[in-house]
């Protein structure tokens, strides 16, 4: 019998990030309702400084629903087992992650924010899972961007960066070498 690795959710961390995104989304209501407190002294930049709240509003407001949906979710954060991962450590559920379909795990940091990129041959075969257009979407982005949808967020794990860092990179390889003929 296979042994089944399962790494929990972070429920404090999780509170921090939704502790940000809702101090984010009353900043973006701010800068929506009232952008002269915020140096708008023209038309143009009042409905620029609008424009940028509701991005703002918008992302931040999505992310702290994810946010609370994690705090809430009892499901472990990261399965790992002889058939592939099940990551669910952001708001795309794609189920099963075969270790057929990874080619390689890359380490990336974008603005002092570190998660892994998982390298697969099949990106369509995962796109295609997304629930709503709006994960489709994000997943398209994230795969032109850094050449994969799949991606690990230790942030909201609990466990320490670098312990994930060797926890995948061992259990990657041994994975391949069960593969190989």
């Known amino acids: 019998?296979?042994?089944?690795?399962?790494?929990?959710l972070s429920k404090t961390k999780i509170f921090w990030?939704?502790?940000?995104?809702?101090?984010?989304?009353?900043?973006?209501?701010?800068?929506?309702?009232?952008?002269q407190y915020w140096g708008a002294t023209s038309l143009g930049m009042s409905v620029f400084l609008r424009g940028l709240g509701m991005l703002s509003l918008i992302f931040c407001g999505a992310?702290?629903?994810?946010?609370?949906?994690?705090?809430?979710?009892n499901k472990a954060g990261l399965i790992i087992d002889?058939?592939?991962?099940?990551?669910?450590?952001h708001?795309?559920?794609?189920?099963?992650?075969?270790?057929?379909?990874?080619?390689?795990?890359?380490?990336?940091?974008?603005?002092?924010?570190?998660?892994?990129m998982l390298r697969t041959n099949r990106p369509t075969k995962y796109i295609k899972r997304a629930k709503s257009g709006f994960q489709k979407r994000?997943?398209?982005?994230?795969?032109?961007?850094?050449?994969?949808?799949?991606?690990?967020?230790?942030?909201?794990?609990?466990?320490?960066?670098?312990?994930?860092?060797n926890l995948l990179q061992r259990e990657f390889q041994r994975r391949?070498?069960?593969q190989e003929p």
């Open 63 to 73: 992310g702290g629903l994810v946010m609370l949906q994690k705090l809430l979710d």
């Open 176 to 178: 391949k070498k069960q």
């Open 82 to 89: 002889e058939r592939g991962i099940v990551n669910n450590t």
């Open 138 to 165: 994000s997943l398209r982005i994230t795969y032109q961007m850094y050449g994969s949808p799949l991606s690990i967020i230790s942030a909201s794990l609990k466990i320490r960066f670098v312990d994930l860092e």
């Open 1 to 8: 019998m296979e042994e089944k690795i399962e790494i929990p």
């Open 17 to 35: 990030q939704l502790a940000g995104a809702v101090i984010a989304v009353l900043l973006s209501v701010q800068l929506v309702l009232y952008p």
């Open 91 to 116: 708001g795309a559920d794609l189920g099963l992650i075969e270790w057929a379909d990874i080619t390689r795990i890359d380490k990336m940091e974008v603005a002092r924010t570190k998660f892994f």
